[in-house]
């Protein structure tokens, strides 16, 4: 049995604990190449303080798993680089250092993990202070852009061109399954013959979905839901900029900035609704809204192109056309970016560079 000093409570995994965020970005705490690091021994490992100085990890290498001082044989992919105080070191499968220096080296991994995790997330909070006048910057100029409120606008009149009448059953579809039903009274064929039975009845005589929903839905506007994203998105930067911060605290608000981020992504699909409620040449979705409009009572709608519009001939004030402005854009892609780079876990990217 291999034997570790019983751990003066002061010392055993008190060592990474004890580092700054600065020393911890500096230090290496994983390795996809463990077999080259110095004063590696295969010698049984000597009876002296140690601590867990790194992780490696060797999955998906030619060269196969890595050999464990204890097993004696290549069979870890996933373990530790134990250093002792005499300064040598030993690679270790983690159970296999787990049953042989049992409760000291839950502290010692415990130790180097929270390390580990720490240093993560402090790299995460110094990318976001590093770009955090970008984000908020970006942010607000997103919620600026015009295309923010043509959005409400065009759903606006996309409510006054349906007609008060019309409108809150559109909005029924989009929140519900977006099915455009058209059903007509055809003759009863049946009850014709039979003498029994109503004469004409009202069939189901057109399907097809509503294209761009999104821009119908009941809900906040785009510029409402930003506002509020902002709001939050501030608090984040906020929290995140302050010394001292906590783990548990930095990874609650890293991901609160994925979530956001999350969002953001939401609302410019969202805004996307408009460009494919518009679009006239792909499946004719205008056209099918057009005739639906036509099958409920509204007569007078036509569809027209360049650009793709709706148009109503039968106002009585004359005709009402509409469709989005030519510059109606999605804005806010250089936002998505620098959150989701500074969103993307460090060891997620790492491995993604690799
Ligand atoms: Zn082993």
Redesign the pocket.
């Known amino acids: 049995m291999e034997y570790l000093p019983p751990p003066s409570k002061s010392s055993a995994g008190t060592y990474w604990s004890t580092k700054t965020d600065d020393e911890l970005l500096s230090t290496q705490l994983t390795t996809d190449d463990p077999e080259s690091l110095e004063d590696l021994s295969e010698d049984q490992p000597p009876i002296e303080e140690a601590l867990v100085e790194m992780a490696y990890n060797v999955s998906g290498r030619e060269r196969g798993m890595v050999r464990?001082v204890?097993?004696k044989h290549p069979?870890?992919f996933n373990?530790v680089v134990m250093r002792y105080k005499s300064g040598t070191r030993r690679l270790?499968?983690r159970?296999?250092a787990g049953k042989h220096y049992g409760v000291t080296f839950d502290l010692l991994a415990r130790d180097f993990d929270a390390a580990r995790d720490r240093r993560d997330y402090v790299e995460q909070q110094r990318l976001v202070m590093a770009r955090d006048r970008d984000i908020l910057g970006m942010m607000a100029a997103m919620r600026a852009d015009p295309s923010v409120a043509e959005f409400g606008e065009v759903r606006r009149r996309l409510r006054e061109f349906v007609g008060e009448k019309l409108w809150p059953k559109l909005v029924r579809i989009a929140d519900g399954d977006g099915r455009l039903v058209v059903e007509r009274r055809v003759v009863n064929y049946a009850a014709m013959e039979t003498g029994r039975g109503r004469q004409s009845v009202f069939a189901l005589v057109g399907d097809s979905y509503l294209r761009g929903a999104e821009l119908v839905r009941s809900g906040p506007t785009v510029a409402e839901r930003l506002r509020d994203i902002e709001e939050r998105l501030t608090g984040v930067v906020a929290t995140l900029r302050r010394d001292g911060v906590s783990t548990g605290t930095l990874r609650q608000n890293i991901v609160m900035l994925a979530d956001l981020l999350r969002e953001v992504e939401r609302e410019r699909v969202r805004m996307r609704a408009v460009n494919t409620f518009f679009d006239g040449s792909n499946g004719g979705g205008l056209g099918k809204f057009a005739s639906w409009l036509a099958d409920n009572g509204k007569q007078g709608v036509s569809v027209l192109s360049l650009p793709y519009r709706l148009y109503d001939q039968g106002r009585s004030n004359g005709h009402l056309e509409l469709c989005p402005s030519p510059h109606y854009r999605i804005p806010g892609a250089d936002l998505i970016e620098v959150m989701r780079d500074t969103t993307v876990r460090p060891s997620k990217r790492r491995k993604a560079t690799r």
Do not use: E, P
Request: charged share 10%; proline share 0%.
């Open positions: 464990c204890f097993c069979n870890h373990g270790v499968g159970d296999c």
